[in-house]
């Protein structure tokens, strides 16, 4: 079965830092990746996804994310982190009829 | 466009009561789902909706229920509420073209309470 993993549950950056929040799924196949992010007291907005083709993609608000099947990983990436960033991260896996497997979140503090 | 709209926002029941949360989006979306969500354990789907008509379990079905009588409307019922069902609850929806995946739009949640 389909399976994300998020190893850091909190991660906290400077202002200006960049980031990366790591995700590493379980999937046999060539894996349809996400990530979203839920501001507080919000739903979840789709940041990026990866299907096919350039294992770089970039998606909204500057965030980037590589695909490295090698190392069954799609991190996260923003060059310069802003405070409007802090919220809570989840990487998630097709499972299959648009069906997600979500990770169980990265929350994100940017402090000044 | 509302997008996708979710009612209460909020709700305290007694174990054994039973609720329906709402879920519509005006978007004219295929699939429909809810999600639960708990801390360190991120959303997992509770039920899914291909169409009007269909509906299926997804990982988290026990204690819901769900029916899908029109495109817009995707409510989740709680026949006896325990608990362990004290979560958020998120509705979801998208396009649903059977070749690959679309983007999921999400409501802005239901907090439920369980005493």
């Known amino acids: 079965a389909q399976s994300v993993t998020q190893p850091d549950i909190h991660i906290t950056v400077s202002e200006g830092a960049s980031l990366e929040l790591r995700c590493n799924y379980s999937?046999?196949?060539?894996?349809?990746l996400f990530w979203y992010v839920q501001s507080p007291g919000q739903g979840l907005q789709l940041l990026l996804k990866?299907?096919?083709?350039?294992?770089l993609v970039q998606g909204i608000k500057g965030f980037e994310a590589e695909f490295k099947r090698s190392q069954s990983s799609f991190n996260l990436r923003k060059p310069s982190v802003h405070w409007s960033d802090a919220a809570e991260y989840f990487c998630?896996?097709?499972?299959?009829?648009?069906?997600?497997?979500f990770g169980a979140g990265t929350i994100l503090r940017v402090k000044s | 466009n509302a997008g996708v709209t979710q009612t209460p926002k909020f709700q305290v029941l007694k174990t054994g009561q039973s609720m329906t949360l709402q879920c519509a989006q005006d978007m004219n979306h295929e699939y429909m789902s809810w999600y639960r969500q708990d801390p360190g354990m991120g959303l997992r789907l509770i039920h899914y909706s291909v169409g009007a008509g269909i509906t299926d379990q997804g990982e988290v079905p026990n204690g819901y229920n769900v029916s899908r009588s029109t495109t817009e409307d995707f409510p989740l019922r709680l026949l006896s509420a325990a608990p362990s069902q004290t979560s958020v609850y998120f509705c979801?929806?998208?396009?649903?073209?059977?070749?690959?995946?679309?983007?999921?739009?999400f409501g802005p949640g239901t907090r439920l309470t369980v005493l």
């Open positions: 998630a896996v097709g499972a299959g009829g648009n069906k997600l497997v």
């Open positions: 990866y299907f096919s083709g350039d294992t």
């Open positions: 999937y046999g196949a060539t894996p349809y």
């Open positions: 979801a929806s998208s396009y649903s073209t059977g070749v690959s995946y679309n983007e999921q739009f």
